[in-house]
């Protein structure tokens, strides 16, 4: 509790009257008193709003060293001067007239108390309100730190603190939203009013509303706005100023509280993840372990993987690709929190891995987006649903398989590849020996290089169901002129094209080579090669993509 010098005057044991003062200046603070010797200058960093006490200048009249002692006390900060007035002497009238010049509140000391008595009797007074204040204040606080314990800290702590200070509180974001608010208060005309380049705590009125803004930062550099608004009487500041301290710090607690929650969470389903991906065969997983993230037993679920081009490359640092891959792995992990879908995220074998429980890949589409905006350009793979837990390995081996294509494709990153979208041919030339495809396809498709001609004849013949006049209109020429480039690949190949196996060989060394050439677009072609056969394969990739 604050004591004024209004409080101190209706002491009647003190015997003190006021000369110069009114009502408006009898409500400064007095922080205790302190006596003044004969001569002694008040400084500055030992009197602010105390209570000087003197007994005058030498005797006999001195009005100068009366002007200096009021200015002096006017620039210390003292909250007034009390005169010892003796035998009924009048106060001084150059005295009376600097504290009224000055604005100086004057008191004058009966003869009924001594000075010294009058000092130790203000100290008692302002020692005994200070520890009122501080039993409040802990009751206060006390009463604060107890409201974070409830489900919703955050919404407890400023109901509470409202309720304390019979006041609105508000808690806005550094741009005006309110991200909670306990009263009637009208927010949008306070946060008008606050003025956002001061970072210390404002005063102001806003209609009948005393308002006290303070900017909060928090344990992660946040900062947020919160504002007290009462009606009437505005709150002390002795209050206001450690109470809002103390919500500033229990805020920071919820915070890193819900952070090392999250945090553990994160470990939990990933770990989940990860025993459930490596086909332990010796550990057996039940619904009950995915139950608490929100699946359902039974639900089809998929596997994602996720990963940037150039995590593959051999040469990247290995420092370099960690940081992206932490990085990543927790953008993905917020957008995957934001999701309805159930979901586990985890950072494995270098890529970033979900399981999800959805009908479709939107949440793993909207992951590669929002990972390419953020400088983290990135391709993704899908596994097959499955309804097994059994399963999830093999949605996983699934995923990496759609990766792999995804990651090849021409058009770049971003791709999101689906399992389900392969086809059987897809899916054997994926999982086959890379050297050994190659090798087959290029010889076979040597033969028919520098018949460019021919080859795209073929292909259209193929992509036409082998139909001589639907090949003919898609390449705006004659039948017999289809009818002899096929006959000529005939020749070429040394095998005809009735037969299926033919066809089917033809048709996958095209696609092995057009994949090949998609991982590695952008290379310059080798010194001596035929300019018009590096085009026609640049055309037979095209449109076999």
Known sequence: MTLTLRDVLQQDDLDLQLVVGGDEALETEVAGSAFLQLGEQPRTDRHHNLLLLTSGGPVGPDEAADRRLIAAARRAGAAGIVRAVVNGDEVPRALRDAAEQHDLVLLVAGSSASLRDVQDAINERVTRADLQLYQRLLTLQSSLIAAV??????????????????????????????????????????WRN??????????????????????ITGSDETHR??????????????????????????????????????????????????RLITGNEHERFGWDYLRPFGFVPHGPCYVAAIAQAQWTGKRLDPEVHRHQLRESTQITRGLAANSTAPNLVAAIDGLIVLLVQAPDPQIVQECVEVLGGRGFPASAGVGRKVASLDQVVNSYRDARLALTRALTRPDGPGAVQRFEDFTVADIAISTASEDQLRGR?????????????ILETLMAYLDSSLSINDTANGLHIHPNSVRYRISRAEELIGSSLRDLSTIVDIYLAVQIMARTRSSTAGSTPSAGADESSVAERQRVTRRSM
């Open 441 to 453: 396809a290029r010889d076979l498709l040597a033969r028919l290089d520098g018949s460019g001609p």
């Open 194 to 215: 606050i003025d956002k380049s001061r970072h210390t705590r404002q005063r102001f009125a806003v209609g009948q509303w005393h308002v006290v803004a303070s900017l």
């Open 149 to 190: 314990s409830a489900p919703d800290p955050t919404g407890s702590l400023l109901r509470q603190l409202g309720a304390v200070v019979h006041s609105t509180v508000i808690l806005y974001y550094p741009d005006g939203r309110v991200l909670s608010v306990t009263g009637d208060g009208p927010t949008e005309v306070i």
């Open 225 to 274: 706005w919160i504002v007290l608004a009462k009606r009437g009487a505005a709150t002390s500041d002795d209050i206001v100023s450690p109470l809002i301290a103390t919500v500033e710090q229990l805020l920071d607690v919820i915070a890193l509280s819900r952070r090392a929650a999250a945090n553990e969470e994160a470990l939990q389903r990933a770990d989940v993840l990860t």
